[in-house]
């Protein structure tokens, strides 16, 4: 695809396929929004058939691969006798043959080390890298019409080696023959960033004709910012599995031996792999990005480790992986080829340690049950860990509220302490077009004059908003905290006090919050306009919902909100998918245990997306809270087939702003969540876990406080 117009090529080690084809920026746009056509044409391909096939390939990796079913797609590792990582291969197979893709220059290294093991084996292995090629189709997935849907060229699609199949939209026999009876496209993968074609490279020029292109760049960015490493740019000739986080992904941790396994074991037993891999939040100003392989320092000059890959995000500015000494502070903020860089934990330093380590986290103090954020990984929960360990300490919410410096950053998120500044802030929202949900901040109650005196604040906010005419047709509403009007009281208070909640909260709670909450849900009525009942932790799910359920045969616009990370939720959603009810979809802003929620960002992306298109297909009004562009992607296009206003996308006060605007202008409703008060700590730890940049803006704010 060099030859399509403005293809700049890419440098080493991707050589024969384009870095960008002119606009960088915009391509990363395009995948972040929709689906479009990268050129990996430069990996290797490897085709391994053979009745033992399987079986030979589970004996030399590390996966469980005996029983692979066609059609499914795994990551599998060659590992040196050391256990260092050699070969990372994406693989699936179609019935008859085993089809890997590999890094690029590495195909005939594979070739030659799986021939080195065929010992009279039914198998044969050959590089097919001169005239196959992987194409990815990255990018949110079209909400119907599968992978491939019918935008192929010319309304032909690409048809499959038989056996493959199970793709929607993708596979078939009947289609286009391809080389020795082989399809055009060969086998279809599942990539970690969408769809990967091994294909001949005459579709490479069909595929293009059909959908956007994207360079590798913005393949890249996607890649850095998932966090996901790359063999061979993020690794060195002595890199373990465990440092760089491929054992969820490509280890099967209970299969039979294979070369390096006695070395993932030792480290799954005894943790403290050498090294971790990092995510590194680079600074803005400086003009370039970090060379690959340049040391990252410590402040005192040390050398702690190397700059993988980097890339410059479209949201998220410069970014980079690298690898760095376990024993490294993770709060450290280092030099990367000497640009300053915070760390952001991928891998924990304890990470493949099990029991011991297990009981060692034990005496760590922990932050509040349910009071810990959302993660996606071991590495992201120490991050958070620690950020809603020092969050619930006083004397650092003291300094943090204290500090001249974290204002800046709470008045992005917080509309001020007063109802006065909630007020004109939502006028302000009003006048570009958007709608409001103003939220009282404040949670966790356990007194109840203080629950009492939240109802009034909004009961009297109610009123404000009603004399200036900004609820007329629900334009502005607001948002309640069930544990804000009394969820909790009645409860033990030790247990409350300290986050260890009974498994839900009693009945006097939920009969005061009930009460509380009829108080507001009247004077919204009265003012014309509605209210929603947020989420909080796992043990207030329940009660959250029947309180709003106690309420809606007389209010029927009570809202609630469910949160995809549960897996409770696909069924709660499926409830209240009922006429005219209002539910907000959100991912859910707690740390959950693994019983209750998934824990893996990507699984709470597919929930969301299952509950979306139940909601989206049904009777109710659906509430997308979201920022994540493929998931507004899917909304809109599913938004298609509803009536024109039935649904509205919600975003937070401060968190893409311009998307809010963009969105608003291009006819689609949109609500932003207003949080206003004196008690917005909670709320603002919550926003800083979820985007680590802003930490690292914050922690310097406070530090420039003495
Ligand atoms: P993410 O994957 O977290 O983010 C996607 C992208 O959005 C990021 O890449 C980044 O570009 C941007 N982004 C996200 N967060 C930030 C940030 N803080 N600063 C800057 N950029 C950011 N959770 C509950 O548990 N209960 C609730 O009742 C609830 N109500 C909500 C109401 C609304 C209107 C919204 C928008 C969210 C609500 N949430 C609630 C929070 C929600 O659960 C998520 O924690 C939060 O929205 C982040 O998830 P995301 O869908 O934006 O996806």
């Known amino acids: ?41 430069n990996r290797g391909v490897v085709k391994v058939t053979g009745p033992d096939r399987l079986s030979w390939l589970h004996s030399l990796t590390s996966q469980h691969l005996e029983r692979l079913s066609p059609g499914r797609t795994e990551q599998a590792l060659i590992l040196s006798p050391q256990g260092h990582l050699e070969h990372h291969l994406s693989l699936t197979d179609d019935g008859a043959a085993t089809w890997i893709h590999v890094e690029p220059h590495t195909a005939k290294a594979l070739v030659d080390y799986l021939d080195s093991m065929r010992f009279m084996l039914r198998v044969t292995v050959e590089d097919r890298s001169a005239e196959l090629g992987v194409l990815t189709l990255a990018g949110p997935l079209p909400a119907e019409g599968g992978v491939l849907s019918n935008t192929y060229a010319g309304g032909a699609r690409p048809v499959l080696a038989d056996g493959v199949g199970g793709r929607d939209g993708v596979g078939g026999r009947d289609g286009v023959g ?26 490479a020029a069909r595929l293009a004709a059909a959908y956007p292109v994207a360079g590798l760049w913005a393949f890249e960015a996607a890649r850095i910012a998932a966090r996901v490493p790359r063999p061979g740019l993020d690794t060195d000739h002595k890199t373990l599995p465990h440092e760089v986080g491929l054992i969820e992904t490509a280890v099967h941790l209970n299969k039979g031996c294979y070369r390096g396994q ?41 050398q ?35 640009i300053a860089a915070a760390q952001e934990v991928i891998v924990a330093p304890d990470a493949g340690a099990n029991v011991k380590v297990t009981l060692r986290r034990d005496s760590v103090p922990q932050p509040p049950a349910g009071r810990r954020t959302l993660l996606s990984s071991g590495g ?66 356990t007194d109840a004059r203080r629950a009492s005196a939240t109802a009034a604040q909004y009961v009297h906010l109610l009123g404000k908003l009603a004399v200036e005419g900004l609820t007329e047709g629900g334009a502005v509403e607001v948002s309640v905290k069930p544990t804000a009007i009394g969820l909790l009281l009645g409860m033990n208070d030790e247990g409350a006090g300290a986050g260890r909640r009974p498994p839900d909260s009693g009945e006097i709670g939920v009969r005061i919050a009930t009460e509380h909450l009829e108080r507001i849900v009247t004077a919204a009525r009265d003012a014309g306009t509605t209210v929603t009942v ?47 009810v209002r539910v907000r ?116 704010s406070l530090g420039s406080q003495s």
Request: aromatic share 6%.
């Open 1 to 41: 695809m060099l030859d399509i117009n403005g293809a700049v090529e890419a440098e080493w080690p991707d050589e024969g396929v384009a870095a960008h084809y002119g606009d960088p920026v915009r391509e990363q746009r395009g995948m972040a929004e929709g689906q479009v056509l990268v050129d990996r044409t």
């Open 380 to 445: 992201r929960l120490m991050l958070r860990k620690a950020l809603l360990a020092a969050a619930a300490s006083e004397r650092i919410r003291q300094a943090a509220m204290s500090a001249p410096g974290a204002q800046a950053i709470v008045g992005r998120y917080v509309a001020g302490e007063s109802s006065e500044g909630a007020v004109a802030v939502a006028r302000a929202l009003r006048s570009a077009g958007l709608l409001v949900t103003l939220d009282y901040l404040g949670e966790d109650t």
């Open 304 to 338: 702690v480790g190397f700059v993988g890959s980097a890339a410059r995000h479209f949201e998220l500015g410069p970014i980079a992986l690298g690898l760095v000494k376990r024993s490294l502070d993770p709060g450290a903020t280092l030099l990367a080829d000497g």
């Open 534 to 580: 947020d989420a909080e932790d796992h043990r207030t799910t329940q009660a959250g919902l029947r309180v709003a359920a106690a309420l809606r045969p007389r209010f029927g616009s009570l809202g609630s909100v469910l949160q995809a990370a549960l897996r409770r939720t696909e069924a709660d959603v499926r409830e209240l998918a009922a006429p005219g």
């Open 585 to 700: 979809l959100c991912k859910g802003a707690y740390a959950e245990p693994a019983s209750e929620a998934y824990d893996v960002r990507h699984d709470i992306d597919k929930s969301f997306a299952r509950c979306l298109r139940i909601l989206m297909a049904g009777p109710g009004y659906p509430m997308i809270a979201t920022h994540d562009p493929r998931l507004i992607a899917i909304t809109r296009s599913l938004g298609l087939a509803r009536p024109a206003g039935s649904f509205e996308y919600q975003m937070l006060y401060g968190v893409r702003p311009d998307e809010q605007r963009r969105l608003a202008a291009s006819g689609a409703k949109v609500r932003v969540y207003v949080p206003y008060g004196g008690d917005w700590y909670p709320y603002l730890v919550r926003r800083l876990a979820e985007r680590p940049a802003n930490l690292a803006l914050f922690l310097r």
């Open 178 to 203: 391809g080389r020795d009876g082989e399809s055009e496209v060969a086998a279809v993968l599942d990539g970690p960033f969408g769809t990967d074609l091994i294909a001949a490279s005459d579709a």
């Open 262 to 302: 006695e070395t993932v074991a030792r480290i799954h037993n005894l943790g403290h792999p050498p090294r971790r891999l990092v995510f590194l939040h680079l600074d803005g100003s400086a003009d370039r990005l970090p060379a690959h392989g340049a040391p990252l320092t410590h402040p005192d000059g040390t």
